[in-house]
């Protein structure tokens, strides 16, 4: 079955950068949304940002203006873009995949990969 495999993640400090990968191990034919959440220590897994199959953007409002996701259908992976980069963005990042027909969607997650910002 299709797993998404995630990389890019590391230490950081404060004010640095980081790109988030995220490859399906197969194309995925019909693509809903594809996203990136995290999860801190001790905290509920949170949306950070999405991209729609129409090409739309959402970002958390934490992270607007400082993150960017993008995807390349050609190479089936989406990225993370994460510039000026805060103490608190750290937590374990899963990337997300919706596959729908019609009603009805299944979600696939990736491992996660963690990062962590240091002052």
């Known amino acids: 079955q299709v797993q998404l495999v995630e990389s890019g993640g590391g230490l950081v400090q404060a004010g640095g950068s980081l790109r988030l990968s995220c490859a399906a191990s197969?194309?995925?034919?019909?693509?809903?949304?594809m996203g990136w959440y995290r999860q801190g220590p001790g905290k509920q897994r949170v949306l950070v940002a999405t991209?729609?199959?129409?090409?739309?953007?959402n970002y958390a409002d934490s992270v607007k203006g400082r993150f960017t996701i993008s995807s390349d259908n050609a190479k089936n992976t989406v990225y993370l873009q994460m510039n000026s980069l805060k103490l608190e963005d750290t937590g374990v990042y899963y990337c997300?995949?919706?596959?729908?027909?019609?009603?009805?969607?299944?979600?696939?997650w990736g491992q996660g990969t963690q990062v962590t910002v240091s002052s």
């Open positions: 991209i729609i199959s129409d090409g739309r953007t």
């Open positions: 197969e194309t995925i034919v019909s693509i809903n949304a």
């Open positions: 997300n995949v919706r596959e729908a027909w019609g009603s009805a969607a299944h979600d696939y």
